[in-house]
């Protein structure tokens, strides 16, 4: 009984350290990346789109997104609803949303057809791949 009671306490022993070593490693790759204080610069503005034959607007100033009606805040006292830019991709795009949330909007300042527009991407599921929709200056 002893013996057993040995192997258990040294089996504890054993996961709590190799659990605590996975943990311990480094910076993983989103605690690298810049977290914005303000919308950057080429970001800013109202810009329109057509997702899926539906208009849809947003609009983005210093520190609030407005998409569809509704405005975030980088200001808001309430953590879960605060906007954030969380971060700029290898690729290039910015990386908007709640600061709490696991599902940002990526951005991309790019020109397309000679405009200045902000290119983005959604999964389409039928077609099994991304999709890329550009917001147009209004």
Same mark, same amino acid.
């Given at each position: 009984?002893?013996?057993?009671?040995?192997?258990?306490?040294?089996?504890?022993?054993?996961?709590?350290? !190799? $659990? !605590?070593? $996975?943990?311990? =490693?480094?910076?993983?790759?989103?605690?690298?990346?810049?977290?914005?204080?303000?919308?950057?610069?080429?970001?800013?503005?109202?810009?329109?789109?057509?997702?899926?034959?539906?208009?849809?607007? $947003?609009?983005?100033?210093?520190?609030?997104?407005?998409?569809?009606?509704?405005?975030?805040?980088?200001?808001?006292?309430?953590? %879960?609803?605060?906007?954030?830019?969380?971060?700029?991709?290898?690729?290039?795009?910015?990386?908007? =949303? $709640?600061?709490?949330? %696991?599902?940002?909007?990526?951005?991309?300042?790019?020109?397309?057809?000679?405009?200045?527009?902000?290119?983005?991407?959604?999964? %389409?599921?039928?077609?099994?791949k991304n999709i890329?929709?550009?917001?147009?200056?209004?």
């Amino acid at each position: 009984m002893k013996k057993q009671m040995k192997r258990w306490l040294m089996l504890g022993i054993v996961a709590l350290t !190799v $659990l !605590v070593g $996975l943990n311990w =490693g480094g910076q993983t790759a989103n605690a690298k990346m810049k977290t914005y204080r303000a919308v950057p610069t080429a970001l800013r503005g109202s810009w329109y789109t057509t997702h899926w034959g539906k208009p849809s607007y $947003l609009k983005l100033t210093k520190y609030t997104e407005t998409q569809t009606g509704s405005t975030l805040s980088m200001k808001t006292k309430n953590a %879960d609803y605060r906007f954030c830019v969380k971060g700029k991709t290898k690729a290039g795009y910015y990386m908007l =949303g $709640l600061a709490s949330g %696991d599902m940002p909007q990526r951005l991309k300042p790019v020109k397309h057809h000679g405009k200045k527009a902000l290119k983005t991407y959604a999964f %389409d599921p039928i077609k099994n791949k991304n999709i890329h929709f550009y917001y147009y200056k209004r």
